[in-house]
């Protein structure tokens, strides 16, 4: 074997892992393009073989130096470059992009650390601290098997959210990273609802679960007589026991112990009950499928009135200082003092099926509805401020942080508007339709879409 050839053989070993580099997508094409190969040609010659310049000198003294100073540069620059590669390749690309500075989700500055229930609190009134800013960029997005329109929770730097694929996931809200998933027997509509560490969620198979938050075993079940659509909420009993109100396709609104999943009450209306029971002031109001609303009392499931809602009802109630807001089927929105049972207001300018629920505010209610307008209503007299037209139905549930609301649409945009006027902030287009509510908490903003895909949204950089 000539020197030559002993020489190439040399290099070889460092070229490799150019080539290795090129193949997995690192950009060293410019490097390796740019780089002298040196090739000694017998005992007196040595040539120089660039990319666009190749001559040939003898080997003199002059020439032993040139061939020494050049293998030296050479073996440093490709040994930089090897060690970039392999910890390149030992890194893994990130998940998602990287919070952006004063972005960081324990650190907030919107929304609580968690969102622990649908709509936020008990009251349900869709309401979420500090302000959202002027845009939102995609930090990450998770693809499960199935449409969702299961409304997510946040808690303790998780997402749980519910999937028609019959599964309840929990997500890193940080990278979007599973933790776990649970298989119920049928697909999971409902909101999950997150206390002390265990997830409370219905299914379609009858059954309300309680799973550790951590691990997503089984802690108990509870069968009721048909499909679960509408969340769990919190219940507070007078000694002290925590219990979950859930209702059911088989007309019951059921009590339950958090603790162990004992039967604590059940309350019958005469028809299916959809949505989620508002609590609070030891209340429990629910719209039912039999055109009423129901008010029952939480410590025992004892009836406290009902109030005639004139059509069926499909969408859930607000509460706030003793009154109720809830809108029917026919595009209906009433406000009801919960101490009498009187309409304070009705609200009819719809005339479309109301399946979003409201938020409420000091000043303002704001509504979804199926004629693909949300409207926002002065809150003392249903006046009307503003309305918003989409290209799609409104089912999702809006939510208010700060000086701004934002809801999704079936015409698969997610809205960020203005309070004060109505004026479009900033949007974005999924693709999918958009019907469910979304979860504001840590400086993430979290919506499920028909598409089956988790989307989690932060501040733009």
């Not at 150019?18 to 040595?46: E, K, N, Q």
């Not at 309350?267 to 989620?276: F, V």
């Amino acid at each position: 074997m000539s020197d030559g050839f002993r020489f190439n053989a040399v290099l070889t070993p460092w070229i490799a892992p150019l080539g290795m580099a090129r193949s997995s997508g690192a950009f060293l094409r410019p490097w390796r393009a740019s780089l002298l190969r040196l090739i000694v040609c017998g005992s007196d010659r040595f040539m120089y073989d660039a990319p666009r310049t190749r001559w040939e000198q003898d080997m003199t003294t002059r020439g032993k130096w040139i061939i020494g100073l050049v293998a030296v540069a050479e073996a440093m620059i490709l040994a930089a470059i090897v060690v970039g590669v392999l910890l390149w390749r030992r890194s893994p690309a990130p998940d998602v992009a990287p919070a952006p500075p004063g972005a960081d989700p324990s650190s907030p500055s919107f929304g609580e650390a968690s969102w622990p229930i649908w709509r936020g609190d008990p009251a349900l009134r869709g309401q979420a601290t500090g302000t959202l800013p002027d845009a939102l960029r995609l930090v990450w997005q998770y693809k499960t098997q199935g449409k969702i329109k299961s409304s997510a929770v946040v808690d303790q730097g998780r997402v749980f959210v519910g999937s028609l694929d019959g599964r309840i996931y929990a997500l890193d809200l940080r990278t979007g990273k599973r933790l776990w998933s649970f298989e119920t027997k049928g697909a999971v509509e409902a909101p999950p609802l997150v206390h002390e560490n265990m997830v409370y969620v219905g299914s379609d198979d009858t059954f309300v679960y309680a799973l550790d938050a951590e691990t997503g075993h089984v802690r108990w079940r509870f069968e009721t007589g048909d499909k679960i659509i509408g969340a769990p909420n919190l219940a507070p009993q007078p000694d002290g026991t925590i219990g979950i109100v859930v209702g059911s396709y088989d007309t019951r609104l059921y009590c339950m112990n958090a603790s162990d999943g004992e039967e604590l009450w059940v309350y019958e209306t005469d028809n299916y009950i959809n949505g989620t029971a508002a609590v609070g002031d030891g209340r429990a109001v629910v719209g039912g499928c039999d055109a009423q609303i129901h008010i029952v009392d939480t410590a025992d499931g004892k009836p406290l009135g009902t109030v005639d809602a004139r059509a069926y009802i499909a969408a859930s109630a607000a509460l706030a200082d003793g009154r109720v807001y809830l809108g029917n089927y026919d595009g209906l929105l009433l406000c009801v003092d919960l101490s009498d049972g009187q309409v304070v207001w009705e609200y009819a300018d719809i005339e479309a099926p109301l399946l979003s629920s409201a938020a409420v505010t000091d000043r303002y209610v704001m509504i979804g509805a199926q004629d693909q307008r949300l409207h926002c209503l002065n809150r003392a007299d249903g006046s009307v401020v503003w309305t918003f037209a989409t290209q799609g139905d409104v089912d999702g549930s809006p939510v208010v942080c700060g000086d701004k609301v934002i809801f999704g649409s079936g015409d698969g945009r997610i809205y960020l508007l203005s309070l004060e006027d109505g004026k479009e902030v900033w949007s974005y287009e999924i693709g999918a339709a958009v019907m469910t509510s979304p979860a504001v908490a840590a400086n993430r903003v979290v919506f499920g879409a028909e598409d089956g895909v988790v989307y989690v949204f932060g501040p733009s950089r």
